[in-house]
C-alpha cells in the first residue's frame, strides 16, 4: 500500500491548539494518514532521547517517520572540509532517525556554485560515495538515504543525476519531488505519459525495487525560469502539478511508495486529499 503525510505540521495543527510535535501522531491518525517527516532543515537540534519519545508516539498511532537532512548540506563543494561536515550532517540526522524508529532520510545533494555542471557533479558522485562508506562504517546499513530531485536550475538534482547517485549504494533509494521536476522544466508535467516517462527511466536506471518503493515529494510549485521560486496549496490552478495523472500511473504500475506533502501550510490536508484520490482508483 502507498502511505501518505505530510512534511512538518499544517498551519491548522496550530489554530486548532496543538503546540507540541507529540500531539502531531494522534492529529494525523485521526485524519487517516500514515507519514510524517520531521525537517532538520537548518540544523539537527533534537535530542535522541526527544526523538524516542516521538518516536514510541508515533508507534502508537501507526505513523511512519521519516526526517530532512539540513538544507546546507552540499556534496559539490570543493572543499573538502565542506564535504566532511555534508556527511557528518547526514549522519547526525540517521543517527536521530534511528531514534525515531523510522527508516528515510531525505537530503540535498549539492549545487554548481561557480563549476561546471560536469565537475560539480562529479563531486557530488565522490562526495555521496564518502558518505555511504561512513554510513556503513557507523552501522547505519539498515536506513535508506533518498538524493532528492531539486527545483532550481542551478541545483543538483535532476531526475538522471538522482538514477546515477542511487546507484552507488544498495541503501541510496530515489525521492522523487514532482513538483521540483515540474518547476525545473518549467511545467512539463501534465499528462499520464509525461509522469510515466520518470518512472520508465527509474525502472531503467535503478530496477524495480528502488522505484517501486521511492519517496515521493508532492506539492504544487511557482516557478520562473531558473526554476523552483515558492510552494504552493493544492488550490492552485496555475502552477501545478496536478496528483491525478501521477496516481493513475502508481495504480498501473503497482507501486507502493512513500508520498509525503509539502503544500505551504496546507501538507496535511493535500495528503488527505491525495490519500482520497488515490483510494478512489482502488475502490475505496
Known amino acids: 500500500m502507498i502511505k501518505f503525510g505530510p512534511s512538518g505540521n499544517s498551519v491548522s495543527f496550530v489554530t486548532e491548539g496543538h503546540k507540541s510535535t507529540m500531539e502531531t501522531f494522534e492529529w494525523l491518525a485521526n485524519k487517516n494518514l500514515d507519514l510524517f517527516e520531521y525537517s532538520f532543515g537548518q540544523g539537527v537540534r533534537l535530542s535522541q532521547t526527544t526523538a524516542a519519545l516521538f518516536g514510541a508516539e508515533a508507534a502508537k498511532y501507526n505513523i511512519e517517520v521519516s526526517v530532512h537532512a539540513p538544507y546546507f548540506i552540499n556534496f559539490a563543494n570543493p572543499d573538502p572540509e565542506k564535504i566532511d561536515n555534508s ?3 547526514i549522519l547526525s540526522s540517521l543517527s536521530v532517525l534511528k531514534a525515531f524508529g523510522g527508516k528515510r532520510c531525505v537530503f540535498h545533494p549539492g549545487s554548481e556554485g561557480g563549476a ?10 565522490k562526495g555521496v560515495e564518502k558518505m555511504a562508506e561512513a554510513k556503513h562504517e557507523m552501522g547505519f546499513d539498515d536506513l535508506i538515504v533518498c538524493p532528492e530531485t531539486m527545483g532550481k536550475i542551478a541545483q543538483i538534482g535532476t531526475l538522471e543525476e538522482i538514477i ?3 546507484k552507488i549504494d544498495s541503501t541510496i533509494y530515489p525521492c522523487i519531488d514532482f513538483g521540483h521536476i515540474n518547476a525545473r522544466e ?22 524495480e525495487e528502488k522505484t517501486a518503493n521511492m519517496h515521493i ?3 504544487k510549485i511557482e516557478y520562473t525560469a531558473r526554476g523552483e521560486k515558492r510552494h504552493l496549496t493544492f488550490a492552485d490552478n496555475k502552477f501545478g502539478p496536478e496528483f491525478e495523472p ?6 498501473d504500475y503497482k507501486l507502493s511508495p512513500h508520498i509525503l506533502c509539502e503544500s505551504a501550510g496546507t501538507q496535511a490536508e493535500d495528503s488527505v486529499y491525495m490519500k482520497k484520490a488515490y483510494s478512489k482508483l482502488l475502490g475505496f
Open 116 to 125: 561546471s555542471r560536469s565537475e560539480a557533479f562529479n563531486r557530488t558522485l
Open 246 to 251: 501521477l496516481a493513475e500511473v502508481l495504480f
Open 87 to 89: 556527511i557528518n550532517y
Open 186 to 207: 518549467c511545467g512539463s508535467l501534465k499528462t499520464k505519459d509525461d509522469y510515466r516517462r520518470i518512472v520508465d527511466a527509474m525502472l531503467d536506471g535503478i530496477g
Open 217 to 219: 515529494h508532492f506539492s
Open 164 to 166: 546515477e547517485l542511487c
